[in-house]
Structure formats: structure tokens, C-alpha cells
T-cell receptor, first 112, second 112 residues
Framework: RKEVEQDPGPFNVPEGATVAFNCTYS??????FFWYRQDCRKEPKLLMSVYSSGNEDGRFTAQLNRASQYISLLIRDSKLSDSATYLC?????????????FGSGTQLTVLP | EAGVTQFPSHSVIEKGQTVTLRCDPISGHDNLYWYRRVMGKEIKFLLHFVKESKQDESGMPNNRFLAERTGGTYSTLKVQPAELEDSGVYFC??????????FGQGTRLTVV
């Protein structure tokens, strides 16, 4: 099983729709989680951090379910500019190091 | 404040040649990471520096890859000799103790 797994996508949704992505992780000791957004040919940029049960920022809501080891990202009232690849990222401790482990990403296209 | 910068942005080299990628982290960030994304795959961890010390290099594919961070400032990643399967986008990220990771724009390496 991969350490971080995401919905494969792609998701093609009309403008204004609500869309949700799921991500499962294998390390039950993980404490923090991130959703990064990556535009085509650009670097990943942090969208949201999730440390407890969830986080909300405007149209974006991230939820964490520790028992089932998954996190979700909900986008409401989607905009054309939301089109991007969304990466689920989980810090994994390796000895004294703390590396980020990435999911394969979910591609979202918001259509006019 | 300047972000993480990487050089070059693109590199096309022949199989067997040597390429050196450079990363300048955000000033004051002790933690520096190298990641790689090959075509169609997820972003994968290569190694992690804390200041000038390698904390974790478990993701380095083989001994053709050499990373350095002399003086704990910028870092280089040298591939020698390059092989076709080394093609991909190499990302550098940096963070301080209490921030998320900030990514550079990446170096797109093509080995022909």
C-alpha cells in the first residue's frame, strides 16, 4: 500500500459546482497534513494545513478522519481559477528527519 | 522576501553527460529538501539537509546522484553520468522549524 493515496481523477466540473477529493495515508502516527496546489509547470504551493479535525478557508474545507486515516478537500462554488492539480502531502518522520510524502495528485478542471 | 530559487529552469543534456542543479533556499531556512517528479509519477523525496548536514538521503536513487550544501546555504545536486530515466522535474524546498515547506519553481531536466 502506498504511504499516501489520492483519488486518481481527473475531475471535470462546471463552474459553481462543489467538488471533493479524498486522500488516505498509511502511517497512523502522522500528526499534520497538507493540501498543496500545483498549477501546470509551476511549483507546488501550500493551500491548507490540517492539524486537528479540519480547517476551513473561504470556499475550501479540509477534514481529517484519524480513525479511517483519510483527509478530504472540499471546494465549494468552484471557479475557473481553481483548475490545478491538488496534492495531498503527509510529513513522514524518518529517524530524526521529517520528509514530506506526496500523493500522486488529483487533477481538477473547472469548465465554463 | 525572495522565495526558493532554482537554476537552471530547464536543462537538456545527452546521456552520459553531467548536470548540476542549484537551489538557493529562503534565507534563514535551515531545512532544505530535494524532490523529483518523473513523468506520470508522484513527487518523490530525494534527500533532506539541515544546515550543511545530510539528515536523510534515503530517497537518492543511486550513486550517480550527489548532493551538497557547503556552508549550509545553497545546495547543488549533481547527476553524473546522466541516464534517460533521470529525466523529470527536480524541486527544491526549504522551511524553517515552524513554517510549511516552500518550493522552488523546479528544474526540468531532459536527458536525450
Amino acid at each position: 500500500r502506498k504511504e499516501v493515496e489520492q483519488d486518481p481523477g481527473p475531475f471535470n466540473v462546471p463552474e459553481g459546482a462543489t467538488v471533493a477529493f479524498n486522500c488516505t495515508y498509511s502511517n497512523s502516527a502522522s500528526q499534520s497534513f497538507f493540501w498543496y496546489r500545483q498549477d501546470c509547470r509551476k511549483e507546488p504551493k501550500l493551500l491548507m494545513s490540517v492539524y486537528s479535525s479540519g480547517n476551513e478557508d473561504g470556499r475550501f474545507t479540509a477534514q481529517l478522519n484519524r480513525a479511517s486515516q483519510y483527509i478530504s478537500l472540499l471546494i465549494r462554488d468552484s471557479k475557473l481559477s481553481d483548475s490545478a492539480t491538488y496534492l495531498c502531502v503527509v510529513p513522514i518522520s524518518s529517524g530524526s528527519a521529517r520528509q514530506l510524502t506526496f500523493g500522486s495528485g488529483t487533477q481538477l478542471t473547472v469548465l465554463p | 522576501e525572495a522565495g526558493v530559487t532554482q537554476f537552471p529552469s530547464h536543462s537538456v543534456i545527452e546521456k552520459g553527460q553531467t548536470v548540476t542543479l542549484r537551489c538557493d533556499p529562503i534565507s534563514g531556512h535551515d531545512n532544505l529538501y530535494w524532490y523529483r517528479r518523473v513523468m506520470g509519477k508522484e513527487i518523490k523525496f530525494l534527500l533532506h539537509f539541515v544546515k550543511e548536514s545530510k539528515q536523510d538521503e534515503s530517497g537518492m536513487p543511486n550513486n550517480r546522484f550527489l548532493a551538497e550544501r557547503t556552508g549550509g546555504t545553497y545546495s547543488t545536486l549533481k547527476v553524473q553520468p546522466a541516464e534517460l530515466e533521470d529525466s523529470g522535474v527536480y524541486f527544491c524546498a526549504s522551511r524553517s522549524m515552524n513554517t510549511e515547506a516552500f518550493f522552488g519553481q523546479g528544474t526540468r531536466l531532459t536527458v536525450v
